[in-house]
């Protein structure tokens, strides 16, 4: 398939650029620069906020005698013993004695020098896990030191490292690198957190703490040291998206006034809608209506799960863009999701807007030149009032008359790069309204912290007539009836999805294993039943193909990878089965799952998971597992979900290049969060300075990112 390329970030913005330090001509970076570069420290102050991530108490050196099986501990000892063997294979095996017991040093890989320095009679300090053994004490693989050099007197620092850059040599960095950062306080004190720790102290003390604290509150980050530092973080987060906020304020986009004429698109297309609006799509509705006839651009999330009805509210922005004179886009992820689109707005909207000279539009990567062509002229001319496609609408080529409106389906989806490009198709120094739609509903804390720039609105109101869906926990070794249960769906009219799992991060591989279940399906219902697949790896034709053909009820069976999980709308189909289900996200089940129960069949879901394969799948998987038969609540899964993973999953590509809160737990933390909350505006009206100064700080270059 011909997907055009991602749009590069602008120069200026990538951080690596702008902040490398001047290098003489002819050299490069070295290896070590280009490393510490590759985690994200350029300025002094990168340094200084790159924590640890945990400790190792080397200050004191203990008695072998006090040491139990599982205990870290350091000893000073005498070698004893020191020999090389190859059963049951090569391995350096070393007796210490410390005067109160001895110990058994075990390497399997190790180098001259190491066996050098721990030849018979060398005195040595030895830092490492005590395992017990039919030979008594054990240590595998320990570190090694000259005994008698000074103890250090604060915890040594584990850093998060990767590869080519070793612990010492990063350890030296950032402690150089510490030493030069300027590290005075931006908060102002009058209105900061009172009683907290200075930034230097906090800073110092996390990096190398007096060995008299508990490890456990350093790492698990409840340390009042930490706390100082997840509090200028989530203000550095506030105060960036204050300043997008009223950045944007500063811009203008198009008034779309209103009219609610009984010619008015607006008016005729709810005439000819199959059903009422919910409650819910009213009330959004008319936010959006008030935001369009506002001359300020609108920043608008519009989260509703899935199945609320999303694509009518857009349907119904685009027609009072319309009605104002002007063009809209809609935008999403994938080619088949706009196509799904394409397909209901085309049959709502094409013919109203025919009587006016106007038409929708389609743009693809993978259409043919000549109709792309023909496609962008009637862009261009403003015959196309509504342009619906893939990124395809953000390629260069296309250019608008009068884009007022821009709409993007599954937002999460989509980088910043990619929101801007769209935002800056609408030309003549105007911006364009956005409307971001998302069925993944993000928990409050998110939403405050993350989306603090936007304003969001809910659906949260099925349409009625839904029958709930029923989800089943079933294992894997009762495939059988969950084969009985697709025949007795079948022999009803229903159709089935039947989803195969991530299996590896090869599509290929999950090509391989989709295409072997669609054969055993096959096999198994017999040749009355057409078994379909669906796979992101295939030509478009050939998708479009058999979604067209499963929509006509032709594929009665679609065996799909997980690329059915947004938009799909079939709904004769009542039975999904999730094959693996333990290998899913929460949130990323309950959008799968909600693509059944949108027509009048009672419909059910059934998570098929292996119990016990190979032990990875214990009691917690299970647990979440149970959670999606017990709640069908989107809302509530995705804070569980948010629990369990993070905050990654639900901003996707809309942080990417920018940081996810490194240190800030947005459960645990959402004290904090409102103080920043409240203290970011004050910060911003009465110290404008400081506040840039703490948001470079902390985001450097890439609060750029963030303003997208
Ligand atoms: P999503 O929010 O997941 O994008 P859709 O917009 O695809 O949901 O809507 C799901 C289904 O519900 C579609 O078939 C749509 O036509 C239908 N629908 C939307 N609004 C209503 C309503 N108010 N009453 C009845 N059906 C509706
Ligand atoms: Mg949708």
């Given at each position: 398939m011909n997907v055009p390329r991602k749009p590069k970030p602008p120069a200026a913005t990538d951080p690596a650029q702008a902040a490398a330090k001047p290098q003489p001509p002819g050299t490069g970076p070295s290896l070590v620069q280009r490393a510490l570069r590759k985690i994200g420290l350029l300025r002094d102050i990168d340094f200084a906020l790159y924590l640890p991530m945990r400790y190792e108490d080397e200050t004191r050196v203990v008695r072998l005698v006090d040491l139990y099986e599982g205990d870290v501990g350091q000893i000073e000892a005498v070698v004893t013993e020191s020999e090389v063997t190859f059963?049951?294979?090569?391995q350096l095996i070393v007796t210490v004695d410390d005067g109160s017991d001895t110990c058994q040093l075990r390497f399997f890989n190790f180098y001259p020098s190491q066996q050098k320095q721990l030849a018979v009679g060398a005195r040595v300090r030895v830092r490492g896990e005590v395992r017990g053994g039919f030979v008594g004490r054990q240590m595998m693989h320990p570190t090694v030191k000259a005994a008698g050099t000074v103890l250090p007197d604060a915890l040594t620092p584990v850093y998060s490292t990767i590869a080519g850059l070793a612990q010492p040599v990063l350890r030296r960095e950032v402690r150089a690198g510490l030493a030069r950062a300027?590290?005075?306080?931006?908060?102002p004190a009058q209105i900061g957190l009172r009683g907290a720790w200075p930034l230097r102290d906090a800073l110092n003390f996390l990096h190398y703490p007096t060995p008299d604290v508990s490890i456990a509150a350093l790492e698990d980050h409840s340390h009042p040291a930490w706390q100082r530092l997840k509090a200028e973080e989530l203000l550095a987060q506030q105060l960036s998206q204050l300043q997008a906020r009223r950045e944007r304020a500063t811009q203008r986009a198009p008034m779309l006034r209103p009219t609610d004429s009984s010619e008015a698109l607006h008016t005729r297309l709810l005439a000819v809608l199959p059903f009422g609006l919910t409650g819910a799509q009213q009330r959004v509705g008319e936010e959006i209506t008030h935001d369009l006839a506002c001359d300020l651009p609108m920043h608008r999330l519009l989260q509703g799960d899935v199945g609320s009805g999303k694509t009518v509210v857009a349907a119904l922005a685009a027609a009072r863009c319309i009605d104002a004179g002007f063009q809209c886009a809609l935008m999403a992820p994938t080619e088949i999701l706009a196509a799904q689109h394409f397909g209901k707005l085309i049959g709502w909207l094409d013919p109203l807007l025919a009587e006016r000279g106007l038409r929708v539009a389609w743009l693809t990567g993978s259409q043919k030149k000549k109709e792309r062509d023909a496609m962008n002229a009637a862009v261009e001319s403003g015959e196309a009032a509504l342009v619906i496609g893939t990124h395809a609408v953000i390629s260069e080529k296309v250019r608008f008359k009068r884009l007022a409106l821009a709409i993007i389906d599954e937002?999460?989806?989509?980088g910043v790069a990619q929101r801007l490009a769209l935002r800056e198709k609408a030309g003549d120094g105007l911006e364009p309204h956005l409307l971001m739609m998302s069925a993944t509903p993000i928990p409050r804390t998110l939403a405050m912290s993350y989306y603090a720039d936007l304003d969001v609105s809910t659906l949260d109101e099925l349409p009625p007539g839904r029958t709930p869906i029923v989800t089943k926990l079933v294992a894997e070794h009762r495939r059988d009836e969950v084969i009985d249960r697709i025949r007795h769906q079948l022999a009803q009219g229903r159709q089935v999805y039947w989803v195969c799992p991530l299996i590896e991060e090869s599509e290929a591989v999950d090509l391989r294993n989709a295409t072997e279940t669609r054969e055993e399906l096959a096999g198994m219902l017999g040749d009355a039943v057409q078994v379909g697949l669906l796979h992101s790896r295939m030509p478009t034709a050939e998708k479009q193909d058999v979604m067209a053909r499963f929509t006509a009820n032709e594929v009665h069976v679609l065996v799909s990878t997980t690329v059915i999980e947004v938009g799909v709308d079939v709904p004769n189909a009542s039975l999904m089965v999730i094959e693996h289900a333990e290998r899913f996200g929460l949130s990323q089940l309950h959008q799968l799952r909600g693509r059944v129960g949108r027509g009048a069949a009672a419909s059910a879901c059934v998570l098929l998971y292996a119990p016990n394969e190979g032990g990875r799948v214990g009691e917690t998987a299970r647990a979440r597992l149970k959670a999606m038969a017990e709640t069908g609540d989107g809302f509530e899964i995705a804070r569980r979900d948010l629990d369990i993973r993070g905050p990654g999953e639900f901003l996707g590509a809309r942080q990417s290049g920018a940081p996810l809160l490194r240190f800030a737990d947005l459960t645990e933390d959402a004290l904090l969060l409102e103080w920043a909350r409240e203290l970011a505006p004050k910060m911003l009206d009465q110290h404008p300075e400081l506040a840039q100064k703490h948001v470079d700080r902390w985001l450097g270059s890439k609060a750029e990112y963030l303003k997208a």
């Open positions: 059963r049951p294979r090569r300027v590290l005075d306080e931006t908060v937002q999460h989806r989509f």
